[in-house]
């Protein structure tokens, strides 16, 4: 199904981000699904430009372009509000972000994986602080399977057909196991060109996870933010926007890529059918997925999540990802501080409102009280 949503800030931000003026405000012209499928926070729709407790200086961050559409529009109402404040915001994607962030090179990074503390991150990251370091869920970022085949704007996929399309093993359009879920459909011949992220990146990581999770026959690789150890058919392409661009041009192309990107980018998305029936991928149905996610931190204030990417739950999309804001629980420089609990506080609550109509989905209210109490303490 192909989502053409009007409203959508203009332009993706997958490369640098630098809105350091005052933009125009942007609030949620589409309602907020306060369902007990969704859970997603109750936020009026003028909440965007709600007051909030101000902070003025300077911050600089980067990281998950999975993410950069709603940074770019929650930056440019926080300095509407706050005038004394400038931040950027670098899309260069979730491993750099964390590498610089351990390196002190930014005040905050942006990451579609929480902190790994197998490879080292979470070490690292609190030496960086010189106090724990958090992962704060910020973003509801469900990853689309779009594509484009001429005719064809209702699709049904199901994990192992999913896998086996990335891998190589179904490589026509016509192919029998796709007919089979998409009766009365008329799929062509075309070949499938598959696309998929070159760089360093956790949308890749949770997508891996997807397929592991579901079809561990086919997929036998160890989930990793690098494609290259998947052994993915296809082309990588650098970032969110490059896969976007590569599906929108070529003809019988998937790749998986950010809801946001690919209701920007007007392409044609998937239903994926877990065994649960098909499901459209839409904000309710990735707030139904994310609501059973559990927090399964080491403790503290930390809200690593887990998320069930093998549910069978009837209206849950289940390839989703939660971007984060890895953060210091106390920084050195306490102007930092303020203006990082600040943006950040801003970001957790009237901020939610403006997610839908950019492609995401907002938190869970469940999740959005525990974010909100992390970020209270910082300091």
């Known amino acids: 199904m192909r ?4 409203g959508i800030a203009a332009g993706l931000v997958a490369s640098a981000l630098a809105l350091t003026a005052c933009g125009s405000s942007k609030s949620s012209s589409g309602s907020t699904d306060t369902s007990a499928a969704g859970q997603v926070a109750s936020t009026s729709a003028s909440a965007s430009t709600a007051a909030v407790a101000c902070a003025s200086g300077s911050l600089k961050a980067e990281g998950s372009t999975a993410q950069a559409n ?5 930056i440019q109402d926080y300095q509407k509000q706050c005038p004394g404040a400038t931040i950027t915001y670098n899309g260069t994607g979730s491993g750099a972000g964390v590498s610089n962030f351990i390196a002190k090179q930014d005040n905050f990074a942006g990451s579609d994986s929480a902190l790994n503390p197998a490879a080292g991150e979470v070490t690292k990251a609190t030496a960086a602080c010189g106090s724990p370091a958090l992962d704060l869920p910020m973003v509801t970022g469900p990853i689309a399977v779009a594509y484009k085949v001429n005719g064809v704007t209702s699709l049904t996929l199901t994990p192992d057909v ?5 891998l190589g ?13 998409n009766p009365g459909v008329s799929l062509p011949s075309t070949k499938i060109t598959v696309f ?10 949770n997508f891996e996870k997807y397929l592991a999770a579901n079809d561990p026959t086919d997929f036998t690789s160890t989930p990793d933010k690098d494609s290259s150890k998947a052994g993915f058919a296809g082309q990588g392409k650098t970032g969110s926007q490059g896969v976007q ?3 929108s041009s070529t003809e019988g192309a998937i790749g998986y890529v950010e809801w946001s990107y690919a209701v920007s980018g007007n392409l044609d998305t998937a ?5 649960g029936g098909a499901v459209e991928l839409t904000a309710a149905s990735a707030g139904a997925a994310v609501s059973a996610a559990k927090v399964a931190s080491n403790g503290g204030a930390d809200l690593t999540l887990k998320l069930d990417y093998a549910t069978k739950a009837p209206g849950a999309y289940p390839i989703i ?3 984060y804001e890895i953060v210091c629980s106390k920084y050195s420089d306490p102007a930092i501080g303020a203006l990082v609990k600040s943006f950040l506080t801003y970001t957790s609550g009237p901020g939610q409102a403006s997610l839908t109509d950019l492609g995401y989905a907002p938190l869970p209210a469940p999740i959005q009280t525990q974010v909100q109490s992390a970020i209270a303490a910082i300091s």
């Open 3 to 6: 989502i053409n949503r009007l």
């Open 70 to 74: 709603a940074v770019a529009q929650w």
């Open 162 to 166: 999913i896998t086996k399309i990335f």
């Open 169 to 181: 093993k179904i490589t026509t359009w016509d192919d029998p196991a796709i007919k089979a879920i």
């Open 196 to 205: 998929y992220r070159s760089d360093s990146s956790g949308t890749t990581q």
């Open 245 to 247: 661009q590569a599906i």
């Open 271 to 275: 239903k994926v059918d877990n065994g």
């Open 321 to 323: 990802l939660v971007t």
